[in-house]
């Protein structure tokens, strides 16, 4: 659910219910900005541990695992696993048993974020000045996260992340101000 990015002073009798309902609308907020078809949303709700962070159980493997196989990706992109994020790294080991797992060809994206602590850059999607303000504007429908980092950083998510979209294209010299940087990894199946 991400409840554990809640902070407790952000919402006035803080529970991991009341703080997964929060996560759960900055999403919808996002996504109906982006121009996601809302009716296509679908919460999984997973099991948390006490640090409100995924725990891959059995019923974990089992939901995820169900959803993997109805929709049978041919891409996914999700945080890499050299990550400091527990959730981030669950999901990576997650996803990769599935598409180790499955009887087609599945191509991985692992996106860069401020939490990656190591990966390489085989991709990369550069974009401008334009696009970054578009980008921001959706990244502050994340407003208990855009709250937290300003608490404890001194600026909020949106220029968060946006600063790490900016390393990774002076890194690579594109010729935009900013790009999202990905690993990629290819499964085939076993034969």
């Known amino acids: 659910t991400g409840s554990s990015g809640v902070n407790d002073s952000f919402l006035e009798h803080p529970t991991k219910h009341r703080k997964a309902k929060i996560r759960e609308t900055e999403q919808i907020e996002a996504l109906s900005f982006f121009g996601f078809p809302l009716s296509h949303i679908r919460f999984l709700r997973l099991p948390e541990d006490q640090q409100g962070d995924m725990i891959l159980d059995a019923e974990c493997r089992k939901t995820v ?3 993997f196989q109805e929709f049978n990706p041919d891409m996914m992109a999700l945080p890499y696993g050299e990550d400091s994020n527990p959730s ?9 048993q599935l598409a180790m797992a499955a009887s087609k060809v599945v191509l991985a994206f692992y ?3 401020p939490k990656t602590i190591k ?6 999607i550069a974009f401008d000045q334009a696009t970054s303000l578009w980008k921001r ?32 294209a002076k890194q690579l010299k594109t010729n935009q101000a900013y790009a999202e940087g990905f690993q990629v990894e290819l499964f085939e199946p076993a034969l």
Not at 90 to 96: E, G, V, Y
Not at 139 to 145: A, G, K, N
Request: glycine content about 6%; proline content about 0%; overall charge positive.
């Open 65 to 67: 695992g169900k959803l």
């Open 88 to 96: 981030h790294q669950r999901t990576f080991a997650l996803a990769r």
């Open 111 to 113: 996106n860069q974020d």
């Open 137 to 168: 504007e959706m990244l502050r429908f994340h407003h208990s996260q855009q709250t937290r980092n300003l608490q404890t950083r001194g600026y909020g998510f949106d220029e968060r992340i946006l600063k790490v979209n900016a390393v990774i």
């Open 119 to 124: 990966m390489q850059l085989d991709a990369y």
